[in-house]
């Protein structure tokens, strides 16, 4: 599908259940449309891949994903952008720039947030926070206490925005970095448990702030065969709140959202769309004047 039928077509609510879609109560006829993009896994990648690359062949890079970004804000300016981690390492960009480059072109594309992943810690601690001026979005993470780094007070755990009436309320989570990352690089991050933190923020979103929108950017991972490993599916049904979870780490490829039935037997959509930018995950939310919700979701090659 090319991206002009892809922009007609996913505004016809007749490819509502062919997309993942969910649906909480009744919608009606009056409905307000909240558009998120979301990518996972950077990892640095700027240029589109070349012809002859042997799995992504000609796809992805920034300037065609800003093309796309920008014409789906044209169509709907009602429209949220994230990141669920792991901008950092993998081409040389990162080793010359240092980070410099993957957060200019974020905050040129108008990011809203983007949540931690361990490849972020790669140039230590001290590189991430040396490149926090260049990043114009915000960087959420609640299970990540930073209060002993010099990152403390510059992540959040969550933040809420208000876009045509609609409050959304947006929590970060990250991954376990004892194992995969050394601890000379994220110093005294301390890892908090992710369950248990999204189920505090969660809460204080829907129930304090009172938001009609509840979203995590997830760098745990979508899912492994070791079930005793935090991952996006366990998340999912673990919480009561959470609409969407926009996934990372795994690198996993799905063409529209996993839908797990959460502790309230309510439906959350679970989206992840592969890595290196060659995907932009759509997710479509219809919400009518009592806040009932619609919503679908699909993977757009860039």
């Known amino acids: ?169 947006v929590y970060g989570l990250g991954i376990k970095l004892e194992g995969l990352v050394t601890q000379k690089l994220y110093k005294e991050t301390r890892y908090l448990n992710p369950y248990e933190i999204a189920l505090d923020n969660e809460r204080i979103l829907k129930e304090n702030e009172q938001c009609d929108l509840v979203i995590c950017l997830s760098h745990l991972g979508y899912n492994y065969k070791d079930q005793r490993r935090p991952n996006d599916l366990k998340l999912a049904a673990s919480t009561l709140y959470t609409d969407l979870i926009i996934g990372g780490h795994t690198h996993t490829f799905l063409e529209k959202p996993a839908v797990v039935k959460n502790r309230d037997n309510k439906e959350v959509l679970v989206n992840q769309v592969g890595c290196f930018g060659i995907n932009l995950g759509r997710i479509d939310f219809y919400l009518d004047t009592t806040k009932n919700v619609e919503a679908n979701g699909i993977s757009i090659k860039v």
Do not use: W
Request: with cysteine; glycine share 8%.
């Open 1 to 169: 599908m090319n991206r002009r039928n892809f922009i007609a077509k996913t505004t016809a609510s007749s490819l509502l259940m062919g997309t993942g879609a969910f649906i909480v109560g009744s919608c009606s006829s009056r409905q307000r449309h909240i558009t998120i993009l979301h990518t996972n896994d950077l990892h640095s990648h700027i240029e589109p891949f070349p012809k002859s690359h042997s799995d992504y062949p000609n796809l992805g890079g920034v300037a065609r994903r800003a093309a796309l970004v920008q014409s789906i804000r044209k169509e709907n300016p009602n429209t949220l952008l994230f990141d669920a981690g792991d901008v950092f390492q993998g081409t040389p960009y990162f080793n010359f720039y240092g980070g410099e480059l993957e957060f200019k072109l974020m905050s040129m594309l108008n990011y809203d947030a983007a949540t931690i992943g361990n490849h972020d810690f790669d140039n230590g601690i001290e590189g991430l926070f040396a490149q926090l001026p260049n990043a114009n979005f915000k960087l959420l993470s609640a299970n990540y206490d930073f209060s002993n780094t010099l990152m403390d007070g510059h992540v959040k755990p969550y933040e809420i925005y208000k876009v045509d009436g609609i409050k959304v309320g």
